[in-house]
């Protein structure tokens, strides 16, 4: 991909702020002419001396790739079913802390006021500068399970992300990210040594439909079934937006993706509200959640979950066991109401193991 901005042509104050809180990246390949190669997401970015990445975060001052560093522009002690992970630590909070800019531009994003901060005057959060062992020592004083990355997108801002999650884990905390999937072999290597759960978004199975977003589909499928293979504990969510994503052939093709990669792979079909630029559309009613859920299951997903409607769908919410139908945890939207899987992981009715992270 070609890089995008300039470096001389006139920063803006934030821009100009962000350019200052940042280090040597490490996710980089270093070519000729001062030329590098930006490994931390699927654009790969050859980005020439003075210019910056598509995400426009990362930049090259003088043959070195700079990258984000020694910030929060967001820090929040949220609910662990927010992010959502619904077999990862249920019933915990997670300090969630985010930065700034995306490698996508979804004009329904709901995070906008983060991840375009840097392409949209309008969104003007401003970073505060903070240390890693700041991070862990808030998560220790909110009684955090874990730390997690999300808000903007994680892997433009993956080395310091990892960072704190070294610390972290010293503090025996788990760690996680929630992604666009946009990643590269590289940088989920780079992630997965100090790094637990991976949320990623599927958001169409239809590559047109990414490239609107900034994306490219195979990038997406192919952090899905490498982040499995890692071991990263994975959750997949699809945002159905209605007239986007939510034909039946569509939301048929995800799931069958989905399972094919493994079928214990939780798939949560959230409800789209409109939001940043869609604002003229549909929401997405409970007819069509249900829709999407049901043909989750036809194709085989053993956990499929309707978010974003919180008890309008309550049978949605929960989790089953896949061989006797038992309810093992029952929600409304970020709560849990009972959590009855056994310490270790199973079924108390059969034994049957219930795929996550649960200690
Ligand atoms: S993180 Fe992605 S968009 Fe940003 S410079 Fe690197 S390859 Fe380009």
Redesign the pocket.
């Known amino acids: ?1 070609p ?1 995008s901005a300039d470096l001389s042509s006139a920063p803006s104050s934030l821009q100009t702020t962000l350019d200052r809180l940042t280090r040597p990246a490490q996710l980089v390949e270093q070519l000729e002419d001062n030329r590098v190669c ?8 050859r ?1 020439p001396d003075g210019r ?4 426009q ?2 930049y090259n001052e003088g043959g070195t790739l700079q990258a984000p560093y020694g910030y929060v522009a967001g820090l929040h002690n949220d609910p662990i079913e927010k992010k959502p992970f619904y077999h990862f630590l249920p019933g915990t909070n997670g300090l969630t802390f985010g930065m700034l800019g995306c ?1 996508f531009h979804c004009p329904f994003c709901q995070n906008w006021l983060s991840s375009q901060a840097l392409r949209d005057e309008r969104a003007g959060i401003s970073p505060d500068e903070i240390t890693a062992g700041q991070v862990v020592e808030t998560a220790r004083r909110a009684r955090s399970s874990a730390v997690v990355s999300s808000y903007n997108e994680p ?2 801002t993956a080395e310091w992300a990892v960072e704190i999650f070294k610390q972290v884990r010293k503090a025996g905390l788990r760690t996680a990210c929630v992604s666009n999937g946009n990643a590269t072999p590289e940088v989920l290597d780079y992630l997965r040594p100090h790094t637990d759960g991976f949320k990623v978004d599927l958001k169409s199975l239809n590559d047109h439909t990414y490239r609107q977003l900034g994306g490219v589909l195979r990038n997406v499928l192919d952090t899905i079934q490498r982040a499995w293979d890692l071991g990263f504990w994975v959750e997949v969510v699809t945002l159905v937006v209605p007239g986007l994503n939510d034909s039946d052939e569509e939301l048929q093709s995800i799931a069958a993706f989905i399972a094919g990669v493994s079928p214990d792979i939780p798939w949560h079909v959230t409800a789209f509200h409109r939001d940043y630029k869609l604002l003229s559309g549909k929401n997405t009613s409970v007819r069509q959640l249900l829709r999407a859920w049901d043909l989750g299951h036809q194709a085989g997903l053993n956990y499929v979950y309707g978010g974003n409607l919180p008890g309008e769908v309550p049978e949605m919410e929960n989790t089953y066991c896949p061989a006797c139908d038992a309810t093992l945890i029952r929600r409304v939207g970020y709560y849990i109401l009972n959590n009855h899987i056994t310490p270790d992981g199973k079924c108390p009715e059969c034994a049957t193991a219930i795929p996550g992270v649960w200690e």
């Open positions: 991909m890089a930006c490994l931390a997401c699927g654009h790969r970015c980005i910056r990445g598509i995400c975060v990362r490698c892997l433009i």
